[in-house]
């Protein structure tokens, strides 16, 4: 997010936009108001305003808008004539003839979301309202950059094989580590034999289309967004527990993050002066004492029974071993601590649980974290605080990889450059 918001008076509309860039944190220069970009603002805020309220007239649109009918009736042509958009029936009259309904086209356009784990690539194919059409995985045979790209070939191949290529509108990677959107870098994957890979670029040559990268659990965060109902709190903090922990923050529907990388790294937050040192160069990190790795020691270092995944230690203290119950008391109140920090600097009220051993702790997980979490707030905020698990499961990281393009998609572009995706679909369709 940009942290600043600027006014546009565009066909006599005027609206405070704020928005993070295509590439990250970094400021552009603003677009001039010439021709192609009144075009490009104004058949983004349409877009926007279909999938929003579809099915939708066009006499609501420019309600809603603060278009002109006769700009909104141009749009609304070209955006057909793309294929973007198509005819929905019709809404019952009001003293004349019945207004035409417009909503996006089913299976017409693609979004392809990937998420890059340390054994595995996952993917999915979303249409334009980022519901998951198709999957698909494959198993990496090795930890250099070679290996990845092959990984991420065979996933976005086996997905688009039957797929014209005009329908696809770009690719959303998402992996660990420290990410530069901007510049399109693995910075440091933390499971990778790489440092600066510039992963967009070979992603972009690879397949020809628009590519965005990102930290996955910021992408979980977006993929979170888009699974809201329009009438929930726009602002919460994703946490992802797991191999890593990390965390994405939405605020008012934004995507937070500041001017260096690694916003959202909640599992390098340090929860224990000179503790045990951690794979990114620090000591006492959340991860350290909280991830897959600390609860399964803590679990098998209390019990007499061995336990090889973080299911079996949840399946266990279900059931009520003593030993499992007490390592996840003791990794929960870790994560509490620092979950309490953010919530205490943000005012977010809401949590969300994602990542393998949140979709594996399931209830359990959430109950002691909320239970723990209450404590360590203000107590006049107290009730207020709401801890719940991600809508979206395992598939959040790749409905929020395929959100960075859809998010494209229906962004007007008021920096000094042009909508990559909106581009690819609508040519130099009139306004």
Partial sequence: MTGRIFVLSVSKVSFSYQRRLRGGRRMQELRTGDRAFIRELNTSIVLDCIRKHEPVSRAEIARITGLGRSTVSGIVAALQESGLVVSAGTAPSTGGRKPDLLALAENAFFAVGI??????????????????????VTSLHGKESDHVLAGLRTVYDELTVRL?????????????GLVDPAAGLSIDPHFFRWRN?????????????????????????????????SDADPSFLFVTVG?????????????????????G?????TVVLDGLPCHCGLRGCLETVANDAALLRAANAGSHTR??????????????DGAARAAIE????????????VVKVTGISRVVLGGESAVAGGPLLVDVLRRILKDLVFAETREQVVVQPSRLGNAVWQVGAAALVLEALYTPPIYATTNPVLERVMGNAPS
Wanted: zero cysteines; glycine letters at 12%; a negative charge.
């Fill in 243 to 263: 191999v890593g922990i990390g965390a994405g923050i939405v605020l008012k529907g934004e995507l937070m993050e500041g001017g260096l990388v690694g916003a």
């Fill in 265 to 269: 790294h909640l599992g390098h937050t």
């Fill in 197 to 229: 890979l510039p992963l967009r670029d070979a992603a972009e040559k690879m397949w020809q289309l628009p590519v965005w990268v990102e930290n996955d659990a910021r992408a979980g965060a977006l993929g979170e967004k888009w699974a809201l109902s």
């Fill in 330 to 341: 003791q990794a929960a109140s870790y994560l509490a601590l620092s979950i309490a920090n």
């Fill in 307 to 320: 336990y090889d995944s973080v299911t079996q230690v949840f399946q266990a203290a279900r059931a009520g």
């Fill in 164 to 176: 014209p290529s005009s329908s696809v509108l770009g690719v959303g990677i998402a992996l660990p």
């Fill in 115 to 136: 998420k890059i784990e340390p054994q595995h690539v996952r993917a999915a194919l979303t249409d334009l309202r980022g519901a998951v059409i198709a999957e698909s």
